[in-house]
């Protein structure tokens, strides 16, 4: 996000509104290229990590949304990687990815991919 400021295009049809638009347009172009590359390497890995079974007794797990799960038998709770992220941020609001990474063992391209979801909301730091 370094190197340029942010503006609203003031013409349509591509029309090139200054010098700088053309670099501006390409520094966008491979934002996107490299957004796209990430989220492509996530869909084949387990992005959710949904628990299936009780780690505790091995029972089928119930599910009772937000990412939280309950052993209908010991009572026992487990989160999937949504559950983990939610559950962390509501002990600590504002906590930085790099800290809920470290928070909860969820990697920082799950945690990407969850605000690409919209499933969290990313602020920039000043
Ligand atoms: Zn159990």
Redesign the pocket.
């Known amino acids: 996000m370094k190197g340029y400021k942010m503006e609203i295009a003031k013409t349509k049809q591509g029309v090139p509104v200054s010098p700088g638009k053309a670099d501006f347009e390409a520094e966008k172009n491979r934002e996107k290229e490299n957004e796209k590359k990430l989220l492509e390497s996530l869909v084949a890995d387990d992005i959710e990590n949904k628990p299936n079974r009780?780690?505790?007794?091995?029972?089928k797990?119930g599910y009772d949304g937000l990412g939280e799960y309950t052993?209908?038998?010991?009572?026992?709770k487990e989160y999937d990687d949504y559950g983990l992220v939610r559950s962390f941020l509501e002990e600590h609001p504002g906590a930085t990815a790099i800290q809920v990474e470290k928070g909860t063992g969820v990697s920082r391209n799950k945690i990407t991919k969850m605000i690409a979801d919209d499933k969290f909301i990313a602020k920039i730091n000043k």
């Open positions: 009780c780690r505790m007794c091995g029972a797990l052993c209908p038998d010991c009572g026992h």
